[in-house]
């Protein structure tokens, strides 16, 4: 049987695009984990906001986002990759987090060249680390982990302040220093996308598509053509998710109950379903009733 980092490096060895939905909390792990996507991405943003309440702002601690590593890994049977932010310090840190990160059972982490305190990446006021700083990081990133199977994904936030040369020769030293997957981070124009593209035929690259943020959103074939192998979607799901509810408290607040609701509700027996209910009455007929 083969593991889920075999399965998700058999993948990125395969012609097409990987299309990696963003899971923020369990609910959503659960139901993205049973539509056989070949990936599901562990967004930084949508886990702050929803374990803490907070901006992704560097106010998560890698306890926080390693335990919800830990429980999404450990939940999902399709592979994990997991964002490691800044790798949460120094370079003894870095090293802490990416054997933390593989260890909970994520595929491939995600680490970044911001100065931390980080922010998301299609925000305003990112600044980024001298190049030769990330590159010892991720250097020792690849030393750290245990397993070479375990992906090392190396991303530049220098678009947006230093201009996308910077970008781009920035994710060269980066493949130089051993990261198995780029991530250029927030182009603005599909021209940018597809230099990201000719600049780097031969590495598995990343588009990073958000809603409304700095990059267009592209299809399917149209991220291929350019040469990307990688599309996540991060908060996607998340902001779906707000928007059902902003309109269903609404409707509490107007009219105090729930007839006529405006969303279309998902099943309460199905979700009791997804929830692993029946194994739950499954144990309590054979352990706990009495006969």
């Avoid at 840190?93 to 980080?118: C, M, S, W």
């Avoid at 230093?162 to 493949?175: C, M, P, S, T, V």
């Avoid at 958000?210 to 908060?235: D, M, N, W, Y």
């Amino acid at each position: 049987m083969p593991s889920q980092r075999d399965t998700f490096n058999q993948r990125l060895a395969s012609p097409g695009l990987i299309v990696a939905p963003g899971v923020f909390e369990m609910v959503s792990l659960r139901l993205a984990d049973r539509m056989n996507f070949d990936a599901l991405y562990m967004t930084g943003y949508g886990t702050v906001a929803s374990l803490l309440g907070l901006p992704d702002a560097g106010l998560a601690t890698y306890t926080d986002m390693v335990g919800r590593v830990t429980a999404m890994a450990g939940m999902a049977k399709t592979p994990l990759i997991a964002d490691g932010d800044t790798g949460y310090g120094g370079l003894l840190n870095v090293r802490h987090t990416v054997r933390g990160y593989e260890t909970a059972g994520a595929v491939a982490i995600q680490l970044e060249d911001q100065e931390f305190p980080k922010k998301c990446g299609h925000t305003p006021g990112r600044r980024v680390i001298p190049l030769a700083e990330m590159v010892k990081k991720i250097e020792v990133a690849v030393a750290s982990r245990v397993d070479p199977q375990f992906k090392i994904i190396a991303r530049t936030d220098a678009r947006t302040t230093l201009g996308l040369d910077e970008a781009l020769k920035r994710g060269e030293a980066y493949a130089r220093a051993g990261a198995d997957i780029l991530f250029i981070e927030s182009p603005e124009n599909l021209n940018e996308i597809r230099r990201i593209g000719e600049t780097f035929p031969n590495h598995p690259l990343v588009a990073n598509m958000v809603e409304k943020g700095r990059t267009p959103i592209l299809s399917k074939l149209e991220l291929e053509q350019c040469g990307f192998k990688l599309a996540i979607f991060p908060v996607t799901a998340l902001l779906a998710s707000v928007q059902a509810m902003t309109k269903v408290y609404e409707h509490f607040k107007h009219s105090g109950s729930s007839i006529n609701n405006p969303v279309d509700l998902y099943d309460f027996g199905e979700l009791s379903e997804l929830m692993g209910f029946q194994d739950v009455w499954e144990f309590e007929k054979r352990f706990v009733e009495t006969k």
